[in-house]
């Protein structure tokens, strides 16, 4: 081995299809709300559960790592700050000038690690973190009014067009937040705040009406 040389022991921690796996929303039961539940209301919630989170760092001014990451991804990492970029069933989000968060489906993310061993070189860092966070989705008519209650930033579709993303305080514990749509927003959040920030939710959209998707 010569003194360039660096070698990463990689395996595939994710369970097969075979076995269940159980979201940080699995106790709530959002499958039974959503049919037992109101089917009105201001304010819809559903959790796109078990999706692969993996968190890349590398050098934006690197061309070969953008190369690399759009060779897996099939499409190019979105540089400018506080954007996304979606193509199929994959979503780049920036979070900061050199980390991205990616999201993918959930049993295809070790074969995405593995692509980006073989696509990157040099210094940079993939790290899968699906276990550790959900994503969140919250739509309708006062979604915005819900949001508001929850965090500082400014909503308005003028400052805060459909892609952006921002980090941001939610409810005294975190979030990364995506506008997909004028009334359509995604929430990163973590698996220690899950059952906190579920309760939040439904106090927040109570003046609404909270409709729950499965």
Aim: glycine content about 8%; charged content about 20%.
């Amino acid at each position: 081995m010569s003194d360039n040389e660096v070698f990463a022991a990689v395996m595939n921690q994710l369970p097969d299809a075979s076995i269940p796996g159980y979201s940080p929303l699995h106790h709530a039961d959002l499958e039974t709300l959503a049919k037992q539940g109101p089917q009105q209301g201001g304010v819809h919630l559903r959790e796109h559960k078990l999706l692969g989170h993996l968190v890349l760092r590398c050098n934006p001014e690197n061309p070969e790592h953008l190369a690399g990451a759009e060779r897996v991804l099939g499409v190019a990492l979105p540089l400018k700050p506080m954007s996304s970029v979606t193509e199929g069933n994959v979503s780049v989000l920036w979070t900061s000038p050199d980390e991205w968060v990616i999201m993918v489906p959930g049993l295809e993310a070790f074969d995405y690690e593995t692509k980006f061993r073989a696509e990157m070189s040099g210094h940079y860092s993939l790290v899968n973190v699906s276990g550790g966070q959900t994503l969140v989705e919250v739509s309708g008519a006062n979604v915005v009014e819900m949001l508001k209650k929850s965090s500082p930033l400014d909503f308005d579709l003028s400052v805060f067009p459909v892609g952006k993303v921002a980090g941001t305080v939610f409810a005294k514990a975190g979030a990364v937040i995506r506008r997909t749509g004028e009334d359509r927003f995604e929430l990163i959040i973590r698996r220690s705040f899950a059952d906190y920030l579920w309760l939040w939710l439904q106090d927040a959209s109570r003046e609404y009406g909270l409709v729950i998707e499965a």
